[in-house]
């Protein structure tokens, strides 16, 4: 069991760039999530997919973000047009098929300055 | 719609002494709930569980916590404090239902004094 990967761990970029970020799910589930988390907060749900089908978004979700996951395995996240306010913690993480508990990625931290 | 709230945004507890940290839910229909602890610089870790078996629910590193409907909180206990506990501690809520996605409280920072 490798666990939730996240890559980049960081990531600095200027205002107004483009990222994406990436997340692979432990291997056998088919449920993966997206959070994200600013400092001093808990994580606030994004997004989800079961299989390749984004099922639910967040109102935090706005236009500038976009989420896939092409073929029911990794999944990508893309903020474009950066603001500082996008600064926090990107988690990603994935739960199997029956079973109740998600496992964490050990997240993306972004900077936009 | 759900929602979760951790009373004190910090604690501090000497080694050896009890850890209790307080978490109230709200939610309109059956929930799961979760205890997940942060370290810094790294993802969550789930401690514990309640997912409507047995009330009381026994986790890792000698965590428990009881679930009471009456009262809707599921309090996080640890009869002795140790070093290594100084973390960031979540308490999230889900639905039982398809989705399952987490809402969590604003977190709890424990501080452990030697």
């Not at chain 1, 056998?28 to 994004?46: I, S, V």
């Not at chain 1, 029911?72 to 079973?99: H, K, N, P, W």
């Not at chain 2, 599921?74 to 308490?91: G, I, N, Q, R």
């Amino acid at each position: 069991d490798t666990g939730v990967s996240q890559d980049p761990r960081h990531k600095i970029t200027k205002r107004g760039q483009n990222v994406t970020f990436r997340c692979d799910p432990i291997s056998e589930h088919n449920r993966l999530y997206w959070y994200r988390q600013t400092l001093g907060q808990g994580p606030e749900f994004l997004t989800y997919f079961q299989n390749e089908a984004q099922l639910e978004k967040s109102r935090l979700l706005s236009d500038r973000f976009s989420a896939e996951r092409p073929k029911g395995s990794f999944s990508t996240l893309e903020i474009q047009r950066t603001e500082q306010g996008d600064s926090a913690m990107y988690l990603c993480a994935s739960r199997g098929t029956g079973v109740n508990e998600q496992f964490f990625g050990p997240g993306t931290r972004l900077t936009v300055l | 719609a759900q929602s979760v709230t951790q009373l004190g945004s910090h604690v501090s507890v000497s080694e050896g002494a009890l850890v209790l940290l307080r978490c109230n839910y709200s939610s309109s229909v059956p929930p799961y709930l979760f205890w997940y602890v942060q370290y810094p610089n790294q993802g969550l870790q789930l401690l514990l569980k309640y997912t409507s078996a047995a009330t009381l629910v026994k986790g890792i590193n000698g965590f428990e916590a009881e679930f009471k409907k009456s009262e809707t909180s599921f309090h996080l206990t640890k009869p002795s404090a140790h070093m290594s506990d100084a973390a960031e501690y979540f308490c999230a809520v889900s639905p039982q239902a398809a989705g399952n996605k987490l809402t969590f409280g604003g977190g709890t920072r424990v501080l452990v004094k030697p």
